[in-house]
């Protein structure tokens, strides 16, 4: 299982990024599937997540209104569209999947060395003036 999040940059407040998702190794319409961010000295916290049970999608109070987690099961690939982006939104993204959403949503589960479940490289987004 792999997954590479990628799309990030340095863009100013309001403005947007699409960060994308790619996985290999896997079926994505088998996971659950989460955007999570983590900034310096702060903990990783979730930013939405996709069922795949059911397509619901579910967005941190911080986000909604501003981000959307689509999916695009051509090419196994899983998108963040981030808008009217502040400088709060400044941290590294990372997309992960667990076979058990409470493991990554709303709060990624903590274990030794990491976090439960698949985890790809983050990408960082630096929202500045």
């Known amino acids: 299982v792999q997954l590479q999040a990628s799309g990030g940059g340095v863009v100013q407040p309001g403005g947007s990024l699409r960060l994308s998702c790619d996985g290999s190794?896997?079926?994505?319409?088998?996971?659950?599937i989460g955007w999570f961010r983590q900034a310096p000295g702060k903990e990783r916290e979730g930013v939405s997540c996709?069922?795949?049970?059911?397509?619901?999608?579910y967005y941190a109070d911080s986000v909604k209104g501003r981000f959307t987690i689509s999916r695009d099961k051509t090419k196994s690939t899983v998108y963040l569209q981030m808008n009217s982006l502040k400088p709060e939104d400044s941290a590294i993204y990372y997309c992960?999947?667990?076979?058990?959403?409470?493991?990554?949503?709303?709060?990624?589960?903590?274990?030794?060395?990491?976090?439960?479940?698949?985890w790809g490289r983050g990408t960082l987004v630096t929202v500045s003036s």
């Open positions: 992960a999947i667990d076979p058990d959403i409470s493991m990554i949503w709303p709060t990624p589960t903590k274990h030794i060395g990491g976090f439960v479940g698949y």
């Open positions: 190794g896997f079926t994505m319409d088998y996971y659950p």
């Open positions: 996709l069922n795949n049970k059911d397509g619901s999608t």
